[in-house]
């Protein structure tokens, strides 16, 4: 049996520590969060143990696993800081703020010893892998391009500051759920960003972050995608539209999958085999049971950084940027 200890006792918390509660392999043992009720709150409804200090809580606690769920400006030092300690670290999405970070963070795991999987948690939907099979299979011809669209209330009271203060978060909707977007598009298409030409807005009510980002991305396989994203009021809408030369599919992450048929849409079963995060736990224990790199890998994550960054930098300078991919 595998010890976990959670970094963070925030909203994304209590899905991991719901997975784990449904794992027979791994048990979760200890929460730290510097908000004291709040890891007490947790440690009371999960039946773990509460600490205030991570450091404190890994020296005694001695977890197999940590799992980072904190504010991205602190990805980077509690990651390498864990990594150094010996713990396995399943890091929250975004990787780091900054692609130098993130390489920063792999060096620590690598040296370490320690696997490193960042909860890319796309991949764990049943309807984005049908989707992939389908891309990857051709059974309706060539891709063509993808339109990603995501329309949410990012300024919802229930949304922490730290998410408005680009110090702490390191932008926007583009870094939160953009992250997201260029994760998809590459894991559905099996390649990296390798350009892109961005524009963001800064209307929020509050903050210093972007609340949309228009961006324009090919992949290095030249599929070009577009990304749309707002985060002010409206009506909700997450859909991503794959299209290929003899068909298109329409995939709602977490609703269903739908493939043209006639002029049609037609929905396809896609039967979920267990809660995204459950799969996230075990593709972490299957890449440290084999000593394997797990498919949501640092390296692979720092790509989305880059293509994320890419396109702040694109939006600052007019430009299309080219992602630097090593
Ligand atoms: N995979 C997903 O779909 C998904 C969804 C939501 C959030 N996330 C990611 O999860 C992470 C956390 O997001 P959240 O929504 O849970 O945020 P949150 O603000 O609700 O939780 C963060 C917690 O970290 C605590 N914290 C801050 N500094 C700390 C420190 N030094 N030591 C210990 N605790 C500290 C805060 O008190 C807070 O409770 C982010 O990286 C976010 O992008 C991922």
Known sequence: ????????????????????????????????????????????????????????MVDIERPDIVVITLPHNLHKDCAIWCARSGCHILLEKPMAIYAYECDDI??????????????????????????????????????????????????????????????????????NLGSHAVDKIQWLTDSKVAQVKASVSHYGAKGDVEGSVTAFVKTDQGVPCTISQSGYGGVHRDETEIIFTQGMLKLRTGVGLWISEAGEYRQLEAVQAAPPFVLQYRDLLGSIRTDTIPECSGEYSKSVIAAVQAMYASHRSGQEVVVQQQ
């Not at 891309?135 to 209330?153: A, E, F, P, W």
Request: overall charge neutral.
């Open 1 to 56: 049996m595998y010890k976990a200890a959670i970094i963070g006792a925030g909203a994304i918390s209590s899905l991991h520590l719901q997975a784990l509660a449904e794992m027979k392999e791994i048990e979760a043992v200890a929460i730290a969060d510097i908000d004291e009720k709040r890891a007490t709150d947790a440690s009371a409804q999960h039946h773990i143990r509460a600490y205030t200090d991570y450091r404190h």
């Open 106 to 175: 792999l060096q620590a795991a690598n040296d370490s010893r320690v696997k490193l999987m960042v909860g890319h948690t796309q991949h764990y939907f049943a309807e984005n892998m049908i989707a992939k099979k389908i891309v990857q299979s051709g059974q309706l011809g060539k891709l063509v391009m993808i339109n990603d669209v995501r329309h949410v209330d990012y300024y919802a009271a229930s949304r922490p500051n730290w998410f408005f203060e680009s110090a702490r978060s390191g932008g926007g909707i583009a870094m």
